[in-house]
């Protein structure tokens, strides 16, 4: 069973996202254990050096990060995988028994500070999806993954 947490900047505002989530989290139990930790967003506004909201949004996410997990960083330049190389990265990494730690941005996306921490890059897609879409997209494709691993049919 996979030890996975996701650290996500904000949280979900619409009853869709919270259900798709729901959904996901209940398929994917047999198979992970997930942890969802979500911090807050700093606002910002029009004239706002984006970068320092960024580095500000970095140091809350550091703060959540285990000492010896598998980071992965979500962000639009990172590793484009399809869903059975996806499947086997995560067999590969979840196979070492570290946690396995998801790291989502917010609107304004990641500080490059993060990559220090981090031991993978991931792009979902070449598309630019909100962040609250990103992240039901990482945990449907979590759960597509585990289920290319386990031999079930949803992935067919």
Not at 33 to 43: L, N, R, S
Request: proline share 3%; with cysteine; charged share 25%.
């Amino acid at each position: 069973m996979f030890k996975i947490k996701i650290i996500a900047l904000g949280k979900f505002k619409e009853q869709a996202y919270k259900a798709l989530e729901a959904e996901y989290l209940k398929r994917l139990s047999p198979f992970a254990k997930i942890k969802i930790v979500e911090i807050p967003e700093i606002g910002y506004g029009k004239n706002e050096d984006l970068e320092k909201i960024k580095l500000q949004e970095a140091e809350k996410i550091i703060k959540q990060l285990p000492q010896d997990g598998v980071v992965i960083l979500l962000e639009e330049k990172g590793t484009l995988r399809g869903s059975k190389d996806f499947s086997n990265f995560l067999q590969r990494i979840g196979g070492l028994g570290k946690e396995v730690v998801f790291v989502l941005g917010s609107g304004i996306g990641l500080h490059q500070s993060l990559k220090q921490y981090s031991n993978y890059t991931v792009s979902l897609s070449p598309l630019t999806f909100p962040h609250n879409m990103a992240r039901v997209v990482l945990e449907e494709q979590l759960y597509r993954a585990c289920t290319i691993l386990s031999g079930k049919e949803y992935h067919k």
